[in-house]
């Protein structure tokens, strides 16, 4: 299998990039700490074997300017010095990073004075996949744990007697993601419910080894606890919703007021999300939820665009798995007889799949291409270490969508052509394309 490139870089959209997560191991990691002159050597203990990536923050002791080196064979290399936190980014190019041991040697930190390490926080691990599984903090032995204040790093390193595990049961139509699979008492615990498209969160709920509840707090769109002197039990439902279709006629009333409680001003795609609703280019998975972090379909892409040519008519497509009377059915028949779609190859269209950036790339260009739209504009990629990961068919689209801007890197140096495309990033980028690219 020819393995994923990827970079860790300390940007907010790291967080769209992935949307789907598999769990790791159940033991946390812990920091192991060597200490020589004004330079420490760090040790990352149980690791998974399927480790491919790793982001870690350090709280040291001074903001004196501090420095970081590994040794770390086939690996791309990198942090930042924000005053007391140091943040570190590894990323293998092709190999885990620990293939026989459970253990990595992060490297070297050093400055030209003495200081200590107090806290280590925010590990973020990726898979092969790009899967990742974060942890808020990490236990270092004879140190504290979180990125806290002197007095609660004391109260938390004198709960450190015995951890205790986290269980989640298997749920059906969505994932869910912990910020760690075993803790200490008192320690907080974050849960990450991602339904998948057709389905919103239901219920969570925690309990302890006597079936007593927990208390959850809900925050973003992560819900925590803190968690007790015993092993839990997280139990996750989702449930089915329907998927609005937006109106064929375009709202363009510029007042209008987004009725979705999980799209704040604050959000970054707030103003695309506002854009595509406007122009009813795109609608809710309920009343009163866009679901922004959930991924979109290649049927919902091509009806979208189906929409915006008027909604023609097409003979039926030849496609096996396009079933009558779906919503999707006209549009499929329209971008296929028309040369924007051609299916897998295998007679099939995929139309519930989810849509990867480098799909989403190619329909778009091929739309353009068939609206007569200037397609000249390329960009050559060298500046993106994945690069190579592009599929032969959508490298020339990849490069027009990256060269009018409407697909911008995952990172500065990573475009993650095969990952999914969040409901967000859609509203982003037809945005872009319809002010840019449509006369």
């Given at each position: 299998?020819?393995?994923?490139?990827?970079?860790?870089?300390p940007a907010?959209?790291?967080?769209?990039?992935?949307?789907t997560?598999n769990?790791?191991?159940a033991?946390?990691p812990?920091?192991e700490?060597?200490?020589?002159?004004n330079?420490?050597?760090?040790?990352?203990n149980?690791?998974p074997?399927n480790?491919y990536?790793i982001?870690i923050?350090?709280?040291t002791?001074?903001?004196?300017?501090?420095?970081y080196s590994?040794t770390?064979?086939?690996?791309y290399?990198?942090?930042?010095n924000d005053g007391?936190?140091v943040?570190?980014?590894?990323?293998?190019?092709?190999?885990?990073l620990?293939?026989?041991?459970?253990?990595?040697?992060?490297?070297?930190?050093s400055?030209d004075?003495?200081?200590?390490?107090?806290s280590?926080?925010?590990?973020?691990?990726?898979?092969e996949?790009?899967n990742?599984?974060e942890?808020?903090?990490?236990?270092?032995?004879?140190s504290?744990?979180s990125h806290?204040s002197?007095?609660?790093?004391?109260?938390?390193?004198s709960?450190?007697?015995?951890s205790?595990?986290?269980?989640?049961e298997?749920?059906?139509?969505?994932?869910?993601?912990?910020?760690?699979?075993?803790?200490y008492?008192?320690?907080?615990?974050?849960?990450?419910p991602a339904?998948?498209?057709?389905?919103?969160?239901d219920s969570?709920?925690?309990?302890d080894k006597?079936n007593?509840?927990?208390d959850?707090t809900?925050?973003d769109?992560q819900?925590?606890?803190?968690?007790p002197?015993s092993n839990?039990t997280?139990?996750?439902?989702f449930k089915?919703?329907?998927?609005?279709?937006?109106?064929?006629?375009p709202?363009?009333?510029?007042?209008i007021?987004?009725?979705?409680?999980?799209v704040?001003?604050?959000d970054w795609?707030?103003?695309?999300?506002?854009?595509v609703?406007?122009q009813s280019m795109?609608?809710g998975?309920?009343?009163?939820?866009?679901?922004?972090?959930?991924?979109t379909?290649r049927?919902?892409?091509v009806?979208?665009?189906?929409?915006?040519d008027?909604?023609p008519?097409?003979p039926?497509?030849?496609?096996?798995?396009?079933e009558?009377?779906?919503?999707?059915?006209e549009?499929?028949?329209?971008a296929s007889?028309?040369?924007?779609v051609s299916?897998?190859?295998?007679?099939?269209?995929?139309p519930n799949?989810?849509?990867t950036?480098?799909q989403m790339?190619s329909?778009l260009?091929?739309?353009a291409q068939?609206?007569n739209?200037?397609?000249?504009?390329t960009?050559?990629l060298s500046?993106?270490?994945?690069v190579?990961?592009i599929?032969?068919?959508?490298?020339?689209?990849i490069?027009?969508a990256?060269?009018?801007g409407?697909?911008?890197?995952?990172?500065?140096t990573?475009?993650?052509?095969k990952?999914?495309?969040?409901r967000?990033?859609?509203s982003?980028?037809?945005?872009?394309?319809?002010?840019?690219?449509v006369?």
């Amino acid at each position: 299998m020819k393995k994923k490139n990827f970079l860790f870089l300390p940007a907010t959209l790291l967080c769209i990039l992935f949307l789907t997560s598999n769990v790791f191991g159940a033991e946390n990691p812990s920091l192991e700490i060597d200490s020589k002159n004004n330079s420490k050597t760090l040790i990352l203990n149980h690791i998974p074997e399927n480790c491919y990536g790793i982001e870690i923050t350090l709280t040291t002791s001074t903001k004196d300017k501090k420095d970081y080196s590994t040794t770390i064979d086939g690996a791309y290399t990198t942090y930042s010095n924000d005053g007391l936190d140091v943040t570190l980014y590894i990323v293998s190019k092709d190999t885990p990073l620990n293939p026989e041991e459970s253990f990595i040697k992060l490297g070297e930190i050093s400055s030209d004075s003495s200081f200590t390490i107090q806290s280590a926080f925010d590990l973020k691990l990726l898979d092969e996949d790009l899967n990742k599984t974060e942890y808020d903090s990490v236990y270092i032995p004879g140190s504290s744990t979180s990125h806290s204040s002197s007095s609660s790093s004391s109260s938390s390193s004198s709960n450190r007697s015995s951890s205790y595990k986290i269980d989640v049961e298997d749920t059906e139509n969505g994932s869910v993601k912990l910020s760690a699979f075993s803790a200490y008492k008192g320690q907080t615990i974050a849960i990450t419910p991602a339904p998948q498209v057709g389905y919103a969160l239901d219920s969570i709920t925690v309990i302890d080894k006597e079936n007593k509840k927990i208390d959850l707090t809900p925050k973003d769109k992560q819900y925590t606890f803190t968690m007790p002197s015993s092993n839990v039990t997280v139990k996750v439902e989702f449930k089915a919703i329907s998927v609005i279709i937006p109106p064929s006629t375009p709202d363009t009333n510029e007042n209008i007021i987004l009725p979705f409680i999980d799209v704040k001003e604050s959000d970054w795609y707030y103003s695309c999300v506002k854009y595509v609703y406007e122009q009813s280019m795109m609608a809710g998975t309920s009343t009163t939820m866009f679901s922004p972090d959930t991924t979109t379909t290649r049927g919902m892409i091509v009806t979208i665009l189906h929409r915006l040519d008027g909604k023609p008519t097409a003979p039926v497509s030849n496609f096996t798995d396009i079933e009558q009377n779906q919503y999707y059915t006209e549009a499929v028949a329209w971008a296929s007889a028309n040369g924007i779609v051609s299916g897998y190859g295998n007679g099939n269209f995929g139309p519930n799949d989810t849509i990867t950036r480098e799909q989403m790339a190619s329909i778009l260009y091929r739309y353009a291409q068939y609206k007569n739209y200037n397609t000249s504009y390329t960009n050559n990629l060298s500046n993106y270490v994945d690069v190579e990961e592009i599929s032969s068919y959508a490298i020339t689209a990849i490069q027009w969508a990256n060269g009018t801007g409407l697909i911008s890197g995952i990172t500065n140096t990573t475009l993650v052509p095969k990952g999914s495309a969040t409901r967000a990033q859609v509203s982003s980028i037809l945005m872009r394309f319809c002010e840019n690219i449509v006369k």
